[in-house]
Structures are given as C-alpha cells and as structure tokens.
C-alpha cells in the first residue's frame, strides 16, 4: 500500500510503500506524552519505502537508554511524525496520514503494562504487557 502524510503546519511531508509490519495502539508512558494521553495509534512501515518528500525533521534521541528510539518531528509545529526503532522500520504515527482510515484499525495493543485506567481497548483485540512474542 501507499500512504501518504505530514505534519500539522505542511512544513514535513512523506510517503510510505509496502506492506505493514504491525498495526497497534500503543499504551507505553512515553506514547502518553506524544498523544496527549491517549494510547498511540500506529503502523509500522518497512525503512526502505519510507522518505520524506518535503523538509527535515528535527530529531531526538535519548541517551540515558540501551536501545533508544529516534523520534522525528516537525521543528516548526511541533507534530511528531515518525519513529525510528532499532529496526529497518519507521513508526509512522495514524494521526499524520491524509487519510487516517487507511489505517484500517489496530490488530494489538502493546505495552499495556502503562495502560491508564481511562484507556479503551477494543474486545477481542490481542493485547501484550510489551511486545508480541
Ligand atoms: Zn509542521
Ligand atoms: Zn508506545
């Protein structure tokens, strides 16, 4: 599939081709922080169909961790697009696609050891206290 996106303020923009390698919410304590509070919505995209047609992120990167994340956003608006995890993939957050219903829905929740008690999720969906397997 392709997907298209970008930030709040049209300063970043990207495209995505291939399939998705996951599709999930996210209910880890540092997603809270990015979506304000609820569980993050996300599609995890193969690296090699991922680039940014418009602009540079700003990037962040802990250093007090293992194995961190890098997280790119937008320096203008603010609006985190993408995540890099220690992987061939990007994070694309569901929020920044032009159309977000392409989505399609999560098929897990993830990392609900920091689920807060005001959290939905689905009945039925998969859910794991971190990662699948
Ligand atoms: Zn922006
Ligand atoms: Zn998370």
């Known amino acids: 599939m392709k997907l298209t996106g970008g930030c709040y ?3 970043l923009r990207y495209e995505a081709e291939g399939e998705p390698i ?3 919410q996210c209910h880890c304590r540092e997603c809270q922080y990015i979506t304000g509070g609820a569980p ?5 995209m193969p690296a090699v169909g991922f ?3 418009k602009g540079e992120p700003k990037k962040f990167t802990r250093s007090d961790l293992e194995r961190p994340v890098t997280r790119e956003f937008c320096a203008n608006c603010g609006t985190h697009v993408v995540t890099r995890p220690p992987m061939p993939a990007v994070v694309i957050k569901v929020g920044t696609l032009d159309d977000p219903k392409q989505f399609g829905g999560p098929d897990m ?3 609900t050891i920091d689920k807060q008690p005001f959290h939905q999720i689905a009945a039925g969906l998969p859910t794991f206290e ?3 397997g």
Do not use: D, Q
Request: with cysteine; proline share 5%; charged share 15%.
């Open 109 to 111: 929740a993830i990392f």
């Open 40 to 44: 993050n919505m996300f599609m995890l």
């Open 9 to 11: 303020c049209g300063a």
């Open 51 to 53: 680039r940014y047609t």
């Open 130 to 132: 971190r990662l699948p």
């Open 22 to 24: 996951m599709k999930a």
